[in-house]
């Protein structure tokens, strides 16, 4: 995924040094230093400065910079970027003002932010510190944006591929040169059409690009970075800088990402037609044509072996995802201990029921935003930087040699051609049904991304993409601010939504049979199982007659375990139970967790109704889970497949549904009870 990001420097910091420190380990010829790595590198030949970096752009064209990158040149794109260059005039700096207080027991320094003042506390290692105004201090420190920077990279197979002895020196030197070639020609077609000044004009940039062959984990790990500095220079003369709102746009980095994939890999295969393609989706698995999963990337298609022992090798996302998970089970420990207070002084008749009930309220919206930040790509990028090692400068020489030492310990083999498919072959009408099956709305940048994706366009998936918006009557705009961009949907879509929600409010109405589960909750007492007084609704709700009920709860609050036991009664009652998922990994964790008659994908599910293998009948209860991941159109068919057959369905998410067999449950579980 295409990273996109400012780069910010304060006051006092060593801007150039850090700027060359980047790429030292390709510039030292380039400064004339004794010893040149690069030039070692470039004897044993292999690459040289001009293959793995390049500054280009009408400023740098006026400052005599354009060509390959030297320690000098990026000297002098720091004076530039921070505003103290001859010819470029001096630049504003933002300042930022720093507010900090003195933790009451260590009287070491804590940063608060305004909204901890307005709260008057803040939480510093999971204990609440109040704020006391007199104490607070500020302090302003000079803020400047120097550039804008987008980090270019694809699936790490191909940097495995770089560094096996599959391919030759000269094959790598072609590898090297199409993705550099394939990111200079998304900047210049794509990306620069985005930089503007702050009224949306046009002019001279400056960008730079280099590229890098390692991870700080000292992994194989080809991309590409590409900072445009923050300058402008219009026609008339004057220096701005720069603005990118539309690079920040709801969807715009993904959509560039694929489209530079997508151009990427048809360079790489007019350049190397021997070495087999493939597409996979979420689970990392490889795409099947006959089914509709949805494509998540490329790469390079090795057999099974090969790719497992790749995957194994990258441990970066597997620590960020521990520590994500970590802090959301801090983030869930905390709330219910909030809430185990909150009952504390409503029974020590501090507090009444309905002050309980309303501060319960307010601590389930603290946990949904926080849990939402913790789900955000902008935290993944905090804990990201969290756990970076420190970058290692060694010679590009030394470098390649422990790379190429590593990949060849694995003895990488590739799939047979016949067997990789890298594109699904769709036309663009089964693309956008694809597209809504999930989110009913799209944008352009999402239409973008997808036309990228499953045809395999580059750049020209704008202009596909902008003709079929045109073109089509089913597709229309929905309101918005006009700052904002345009937002679609389908005409056939709202229609088809209306209908479920008809069959759906048809389906609460059916009379079915309804139990008293008093009796089966002493029963499991007695087995020294006790459900909570939310879990107890969900599962007497799901008996409680109606042909549909949605339950509705935040993740961790025992939908799940609660679930299992509805199954189980239903089970006990001759019903069979069909537990159902939008992926095929919940479905997995909801035959683990739950242990239905039937487990599967909706998909999988939907198939087997249509070829007749599969049928429902008024003895059967249908359980979705995820259900807010299930699109408009598998919900018509499932919803018509129940009524048909007088089943009974519920639906659950992390924060929607439970949707149970022939009839469908309305309950809200609240965190603060599960």
Known sequence: MINVEWRTVAQGFDY???????????????????????????????????????IRGGIADRLGLTGPADMDKLAEISEAELGNHPLLGERKTRDKITRTIPHPETGKLIQITRTDIERGFVVYRDVEIPIDLAKVEESVIGN?????????????????????????????KTFQQIFFDAVKEIQVDVVQKMIVDYVGQRGEIMEYGFMHLDNREQDPHVHAHVNTSNIIRLPDGSIRVIEARELFQRG?????????????????????????????????????????????????????????????????????????????????????????????????????????????????????????????GRYNKQVQRRLKNKKQVVSLHEQQSQLVAKVSELNLTLKLSSDAVLYRQHDKERIVEL????????????????FAKYIGLGIEAEFVADKFLREQEDIFALPCNPNEQPVFTLKSLARLENQNVEIFAGLTSYSHQRFDLADYFRELEAGGIRLKDEQKAFVQNVFNGNGASLVVGLPGTGKSFAMKYAVQF??????????????????????????????????????????????????????????????????????????????????????????????LCARSIKAAAV
């Not at 980047?22 to 380039?30: A, H, K, M, S």
């Not at 537990?579 to 008659?597: E, M, Q």
């Open 252 to 376: 715009c980095a993904e959509r560039i990402d694929a489209q530079f994939k997508a151009l990427f890999a048809k360079k790489f295969q007019q350049a190397f037609p021997d070495i087999p393609l493939e597409s996979y989706d979420h689970d990392l698995q490889e795409i099947n044509p006959k089914f509709a999963a949805d494509v998540k990337d490329m790469r390079v298609a090795f057999d099974k072996r090969a790719t497992d022992i790749i995957r194994s090798k990258y441990k970066v996302a597997a620590k960020i995802k521990e520590e994500i998970d970590r802090d959301k089970r801090d983030l869930y420990e905390r709330t219910q201990q909030k809430i185990a207070d909150l009952i504390a002084q409503e029974q020590a008749g501090a507090l009444s029921k309905d002050e309980v009930l309303a501060r319960v309220i307010d601590v389930n919206k603290d946990y949904e935003a926080q849990y939402g930040f913790l789900n955000s």
């Open 570 to 663: 239903a089970r006990q009652q001759s019903y069979r139970t069909i537990g159902l998922a939008p992926t095929g990994k919940v479905a997995s964790a909801v035959a683990a967790d739950t242990n239905p008659d039937y487990a599967g994908t909706i998909d999988k599910f939907l198939l087997e109704i249509e070829a007749g293998t599969l049928e429902l009948g008024p003895k059967d209860m249908v359980f979705v889970d995820e259900a807010g991941m299930v699109g408009t159109r598998h919900y018509a068919k499932l919803l018509s497949a129940v009524q048909a057959s007088g089943a009974k369905l519920g639906k659950r998410s992390i924060r929607h549904t439970l949707t149970v067999g022939p009839k």
């Open 435 to 450: 597209l809504t099956n999930k989110n009913p709305k799209f944008t352009r940048n999402d239409l973008i991304r997808e």
């Open 16 to 54: 150039k040094r850090y700027l060359q420190r980047q790429v030292q380990d390709v510039l030292d010829d380039g400064a004339g230093v004794e010893g040149s790595k690069m030039g070692y590198y470039a004897k044993a030949g292999e690459f040289t400065g001009a293959d793995l970096t390049y």
């Open 144 to 172: 400047q944006r120097t550039s804008l920077e987008l980090v270019y990279s694809v699936d790490k197979s191909f940097s495995y591929l770089f560094f096996s002895d599959l391919l030759t020196a000269d094959q790598k």
